[in-house]
Each structure stands twice: as C-alpha cells, then as structure tokens.
C-alpha cells in the first residue's frame, strides 16, 4: 500500500543513531524545521525515482511525519506545494502524520495549516491515536483522513486493549476514515485486526525498517 519515510543519522562518532536521540535535541532548536524540510524532499524525490523507474503502483502512498514547529509554521502549504511542484508528484500520493501533542501546541495555526494543505490534496493521518488526548474534536476538526492506532494498545493482551482496539476501529468507520493498526507483529494480532475490520496494518510482521536499496529488492519480490 505505501512506506513511511523514516530518519535515521550516521554519525562519524556514534555510529547509527535512531531518532529518538536526536529529534527531541532538533526540536529544541529551528534544526527541526529543516530537517522536516528536508525530509519532505527527500521523500518525494524517492517516491518519483520509483515511479519513473515503474517500482510502484500508481496508488501507492509515501507517508513523511510532521514535527509540531512545522506544523505550526503558516508557510507549510507552501512547502508542500513547492516541494511537490519540484518533484512531479501527485499530492494524493503524500501523507502527513501528525500527533495530537504535536497540534495542541497550536491549534489555531495547525487547523488553518493542515486546511490548506488539504486543499492541496494531501492526505492527512493522525499518528498514535489512544496515548494522547484522544479528543474527538480533533478527528471532527481537522481533515482527517486516517486514525493509525498506537502500537501501545496492538501489545495489549487484556480484554481492555481489545475492546478499545474494536471501538477505534468502529469510530472510524463511522467517521469515513481509514483505520492502521501500529507495531503489528504477529499473525495473531493480524488475523484479530482484520476480523474487526481494520484496514490496514504496520510493523514488523510485515516489514522492518530498511534503507532504500533494501526497500527495492523487497518492491521487486512483490
């Protein structure tokens, strides 16, 4: 169905660091910004290069995260849209994933942001869904087009964590959303997901994080 762009820095000093030792020290400072930037361009031209060399579907979808400075930038449309404009990509086929916290931190800008990146056609998923605030009003207030389950709930084994499981996956079908369950590793996880009609699912069961070239041979097995 799609990848998500994921960051990871090779460092001269520290070897492979993965983004939870970086992205809270970048966030801190306008390194975030750039780096979100840098992101959303490398992520599209990847998505081109496959398309001119016929490595994907024409449906397939690259999801890139937002970082809550960028999302409460008001040159984001504009990014986005110049980002895409360079590269020859179609906007249905780019993602945003943003988090509650990350909106929260200023709703009014977020809300006219993503509106207008909407317009664009840009699809829109909210990442983590369960661990945050899991307020309605922002499903209901935002334009939405995914609620991808936090991977926190698939672990669960209790009664609890399934019935919440269940009722985020009703609530968006009932909202006319697509539903993703996160951190999906085993065949059992997958075979409950897709008996309560999840749409879609993530993780290590169906694949592990990879670097391009990896990525390609596995594009070329399917």
């Known amino acids: 169905m799609g990848a998500e762009a994921l960051i990871r820095w090779r460092h001269p000093k520290w070897g492979f660091l993965a983004p939870m030792d970086f992205i809270k020290i970048a966030e801190e400072s306008s390194l975030i910004s750039r780096i979100d930037a840098w992101v959303m361009d490398r992520a599209c031209r990847q998505l081109a290069e496959w398309d001119h060399a016929g ?7 690259m999801s890139v995260n937002l970082s809550a400075r960028r999302l409460s930038d008001e040159n984001l449309p504009a990014l986005i849209s110049e980002t895409l404009a360079r590269h020859r ?22 809300a006219h942001s993503l509106a207008a990146v909407k317009r664009l056609g840009v699809r829109l998923a909210l990442d983590d869904f369960g661990v ?14 995914k609620l991808k389950i936090d991977r926190s709930f698939i672990r669960g084994k209790n009664a609890q964590a399934l019935l919440l499981i269940d ?7 009932k909202l006319n959303l697509q539903v993703v369950a996160e951190g999906v590793e085993t065949d059992e996880q997958r075979e409950f997901l897709a008996a309560s009609g999840c749409d879609m699912a993530q993780g290590y ?7 391009v ?8 097995r399917h």
Request: charged letters at 25%; hydrophobic letters at 45%.
């Open 132 to 145: 945050g605030y899991s307020n309605l009003d922002y499903v209901k207030r935002f334009p939405i087009d």
């Open 89 to 110: 990509v179609d906007p249905h086929r780019i993602e945003l994933e943003i988090t509650e916290t990350a909106m929260m931190q200023s709703l009014e800008t977020a």
């Open 213 to 220: 070239e990896a990525f390609e041979r596995v594009l070329e």
């Open 55 to 61: 490595r994907v579907h024409s449906a397939f979808v």
């Open 205 to 211: 069961l169906t694949g592990r994080p990879l670097a």
């Open 167 to 173: 009722a985020v996956i009703q609530l968006g079908k």
